[in-house]
Structure formats: structure tokens, C-alpha cells
């Protein structure tokens, strides 16, 4: 009997055909030597939600259940990594078995996702409590977009890092394949460097928070809030997600957003001794431009790139107030020295060094879009969220563009108008709005698009279940979003396969936010 197949993001191709395949009789998963670390994942997650045993065996050697395997193979002339090539995948599930193949172990990976959804929804569960039966299906699936990403604000509240690892698990079953964490900022420095032990100490805690937007929304908490990751913490996170394909970009935003760098380091700013915020917003301190400061900051850039082996590393770069520097004779000391007009050319002088830092490290740079305003180099790419106009301003400018706008995939502005709505930052970003919206529309050329993310700033979501709640289901939509042409979303509406992919979501143990409303209760 034909089921009907509903899967996020819809892929390129999909020809259903009748029947299921139970993948209890095949005898072992053959692949080559290169995809092992990925089958034994793929085995071990279908023995957790079905009972299902499978061997992972060479994918020459002679099969136990006379050929008929689950077989991964890498076919064709390997693609560069991170390219939509190396993403993309056949998958054909047939009464022989099932041949997953790609040129490239990315695209292994997306398969992989592709398949746990072909099970039922219960095999997502972390008790065998599904049938390991899948649909006959042909396949043929690649992204539209090279970076699909999500942010992660770890430094507003702190996550631990097992929820970090849950959300890498999270972006893999949706096809997402970059986490960026907002390591730093205002409330929180993040992750240790053991030779500046203080950022730790100090400036990974706070006295109290406020969440809402003032005392009266919610108060003061009245209890400290902190945390970081350890490097052995942030190795971590590193490998975990390198084995699912998922590039961790690390973001240490700098030289604004400061307060907890110089809570803990106030030499390293205009001197005021500031604790770190108990509050959110935009505030006026910032580093000062030194050569002290400076180390620093390539100091902190060196310990998070090595960590994080992926091509990419965010330097921030967003909301610097230029009033410290109006008034600092250190400021007007080098824009003289260095022929600047404008204030902003301080913010340049950082974003200039950040630069030619990571690239001798052999890292590519990405900044928020005010990087711009000051100017930067051609070579870092720019990460849109004010106006459509910055994606403009950031094309002609030769720079690549991930595009993030505020008015479609900020996940922490509010999700509907009803009453019971949690508290939110503000902003209205519904499912339909997400669903509808396209990140390259006619007029932006596509190819300097490096991609679309979708952001969870954490002011108001001050506990995992919070970042859930606003996550999904609005993050598997942007998934389909940023992975399926056009063509097929225009042809396949995802709102209309969302009702069985929340059945996904709870089986995963989600807290994810009902499609009728924020009151599940009533
Ligand atoms: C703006 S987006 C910010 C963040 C806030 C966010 C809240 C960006 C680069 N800066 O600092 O958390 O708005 O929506």
C-alpha cells in the first residue's frame, strides 16, 4: 500500500512507488571504508528507535542476507566541501534494499536525515518503539543554498553544551547544515582561554537578569546566571559535529557588545570598572583601539578558530556605539595616525586586523552587516539582517551575503497576536511568514548568495525548553526554506506537511509551540 510521503525539506525529486521495505530483512549496512563513521551512527540511531540491529560491514564483502543491504556509497568525482555538489544525494529504497549514494560524505549525511524520516515517526524516539519499515521511494535531492544555518545565543543565557549537541542532532534531521554560536556579548563571555583565565571567572557570570523589558515586565530574577564551555567542552561540540557534517561557525563579537570582555579586562576599554550586564540592549562601551586591545582579540580569535576546524569564523561586529571613541584621545591618536575621517573607519581599523588575522590562519571572516558601514574587506562575508538595501550595498560592495533579516527569521520575535503569547523581544514572525518568505528573490544574484540563517537570540529565551519553544516548529519551515528550489516549495506547500512533521518533533522529545496557539492547556 502506497503511503503518503511528507517529508522537511521537501526534496528536489520524489517518486513513491507501492509497498514498504522492512529493513529487518536486510543483513548489515555495506559501505566503504571512508562512510564507516557515518553508518555506525546511522545503525546505532535505528537500533535506538526500532530495536533493529544492523552490522556495518566493508561494502565489498560478502553480505550475511545474500546482497540485499543497506548499502552508502560515495560515487563520481568528489565536489569541494561545503558546495551544494557536496550535499546532494540519490536515495532509491526498493524490495533489494536501499542505495544511498553521493559524491561526497555530506551528501551521505543529508541522505541520512532524509531516510530517519522515511520511518515512522516513532523510530525518532530514544526507545525502540517503531517498526523499521520505510516506503519504496526514488530520490534525488540537493540544496538550493550552501549555508543553511541556525544562531544559537549561548552568551545572552547560557545553554549547556548537551543542548548544543542536541541541536546539531536538530539541524541534521532538518537538512541544516551550520550551527553558529554567539559565543560573546554583553551578558556573557563563553568559552574558556586558559591564558585569560578571568574571562571565565568574571565574565562568564552575573550578579541577576532582567528578562522583559523592564523591571516590571518580569523583575529582576534575583539569581546569578553563568556558564561556559571548557575546551575539552568546545572539542566537543567540534567533533560531534563534524561526524553529522554540520560546519560549527564561532562567533566572538567584538569590538562592540563588550561588557563581559571588559568586566573581566577593563584595560582593555575607556576604564570604567562595569560589571558584566544584567541587562540587554545596546551599551557604549566598547575596546578600545590599542594594541593591548588587539591582542586580545586575535588572542581570542586564535584559541576558537583552532578548536573549531571549519573554514568560517564570525568576528561580530554589530551595534558598536562610536561615542567612547568620539570622546578617546587613543581613538583620535589613530585616525590621525592613520588618515581616518570618520569615527567608524575605528571600527574598520579592528575589522581590517580581525581579517587579515583569520586569513593567515586560513580561515574565511564573517561580520554582521554593520562591517560595512565603516568598510571592510571584499574578501569577508556579510551577514544581512537590518534591510534588504544591506544586501545591495553588500553585493555591489563584492562581499558575500548570508542573508538573516530580522523580519523573517528572528525566531525570537513573537510567533502569533494572541494574549498567551510568552514574552518576546517583539516582532512578528509567524510559520506562514517563514513559509513564504524567499531568500533570493528575483533581482539578487543567487550565486553571491552564501545562504540563509535563521537567528535565536536568547534575551527572552532564558532556559533550553524556552529556545525550543521558539525554534520550532518555525526552524523546519526555514529548513525547507533554505534547502528546496522554488519550484518544488511553490508545487509542495510545507505548511501542508508540518501537521506530520510535529509528530517527528514530539517523538524527538521537542517542546516544540502547537500550530493553533501558545496555549496548549485550554
Ligand atoms: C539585534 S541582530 C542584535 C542582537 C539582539 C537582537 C534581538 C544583531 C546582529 N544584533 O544583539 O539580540 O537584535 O532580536
Redesign the pocket.
Known amino acids: 500500500m502506497q503511503r503518503r510521503i511528507s517529508l522537511i525539506p521537501q526534496p528536489q525529486q520524489l517518486t513513491a512507488a507501492d509497498g514498504d521495505l522492512d529493513l529487518s530483512t536486510l543483513g548489515a549496512i555495506a559501505a566503504a571504508p571512508d562512510l564507516h563513521p557515518l553508518a555506525w551512527l546511522l545503525s546505532d540511531l535505528l537500533n535506538r528507535g526500532t530495536g533493529l540491529r544492523l552490522p556495518v560491514v566493508q561494502s565489498t564483502a560478502k553480505d550475511p542476507a545474500g546482497g540485499r543491504v543497506l548499502r552508502l556509497a560515495l560515487e563520481g568525482h568528489r565536489p569541494e566541501d561545503f558546495t551544494t555538489a557536496a550535499e546532494a544525494y540519490r536515495l532509491d529504497v526498493t524490495p533489494e534494499g536501499v542505495d544511498l549514494v553521493a559524491a561526497h560524505p555530506a551528501g551521505i549525511a543529508r541522505g541520512i536525515a532524509t531516510l530517519r524520516q522515511l520511518l515512522p515517526a516513532d523510530a525518532l524516539r530514544e526507545a525502540p518503539a517503531a517498526e523499521p519499515v520505510v516506503p519504496l521511494v526514488q530520490i534525488r535531492d540537493e540544496p538550493r543554498l550552501r549555508w543553511r544555518g541556525v544562531m544559537l545565543?549561548v552568551a545572552?543565557h547560557f545553554q549547556p553544551k548537551d543542548f548544543v549537541l542536541k541541536m546539531i542532532d536538530r539541524a541534521w534531521l532538518h537538512r541544516l547544515n551550520v550551527i553558529q554560536l554567539h559565543l560573546t556579548?554583553d551578558q556573557g563571555w563563553r568559552y574558556e582561554i586558559p591564558s585569560r583565565p578571568k574571562l571565565t571567572e568574571i565574565g562568564s557570570w552575573r550578579a541577576e537578569t532582567v528578562i522583559g523589558h523592564a523591571r516590571e515586565d518580569r523583575g529582576f530574577d534575583g539569581t546569578p546566571h553563568g556558564g561556559h564551555y571548557s575546551v575539552s567542552d568546545l572539542r566537543e561540540i567540534a567533533s560531534y559535529a563534524r561526524e553529522r557534517h554540520i560546519m560549527i561557525v564561532p562567533e566572538v563579537n567584538l569590538p562592540g557588545?563588550a561588557r563581559a570582555v571588559l568586566a573581566a579586562y577593563p584595560e582593555l576599554g575607556a576604564g570604567q570598572n562595569k560589571p558584566v550586564s544584567p541587562t540587554f540592549g545596546v551599551f557604549e562601551e566598547v575596546l578600545e583601539p590599542t594594541q593591548a586591545a588587539l591582542d586580545f582579540a586575535l588572542e581570542a580569535y586564535t584559541a576558537i578558530g583552532e578548536v573549531f576546524d571549519g573554514p568560517f569564523v564570525h568576528i561580530g561586529g554589530?551595534?558598536v556605539p562610536m561615542t567612547q571613541w568620539e570622546s578617546s584621545p587613543i581613538a583620535k591618536a589613530l585616525m590621525e595616525k592613520e588618515g581616518l575621517e570618520d569615527v567608524r573607519g575605528v571600527q574598520a581599523w579592528f575589522t581590517e586586523a580581525f581579517c587579515a588575522h583569520l586569513h593567515a590562519m586560513g580561515k574565511r571572516v564573517i561580520g554582521?552587516d554593520e562591517i560595512l558601514d565603516g568598510g571592510a574587506p571584499a574578501e569577508a562575508a556579510v551577514a544581512v539582517?537590518r534591510t534588504q538595501a544591506y544586501v545591495e550595498k553588500a553585493l555591489e560592495a563584492g562581499h558575500e551575503v548570508l542573508v538573516s533579516p530580522?523580519s523573517h527569521v528572528?525566531f525570537?520575535h513573537y510567533e502569533g497576536e494572541d494574549e498567551g503569547e510568552p514574552l518576546r523581544?517583539h516582532g512578528l514572525t509567524s510559520v506562514e511568514k517563514v513559509a513564504g518568505w524567499d531568500p533570493a528573490p528575483d533581482g539578487v544574484d543567487e550565486s553571491k548568495i552564501l545562504g540563509a540563517q535563521c537567528?535565536l537570540?536568547s534575551?527572552y529565551l532564558p532556559h533550553p525548553r524556552d529556545v525550543e519553544y521558539a525554534a520550532f516548529p518555525r526552524m523546519a519551515v526555514f529548513a525547507e526554506v533554505a534547502w528546496t528550489s522554488r519550484e518544488v516549495r511553490a508545487a509542495e506547500p510545507v505548511l501542508d506537511r508540518l501537521p506530520e512533521h510535529l509528530e517527528r518533533l514530539h517523538a524527538m522529545g521537542i517542546g516544540y509551540r502547537p500550530l493553533e496557539g501558545p496555549k496548549p492547556w485550554q
Open positions: 545565543d545572552r556579548d557588545h554589530d551595534e554582521w539582517w530580522q528572528y525570537d523581544i537567528q537570540w534575551e
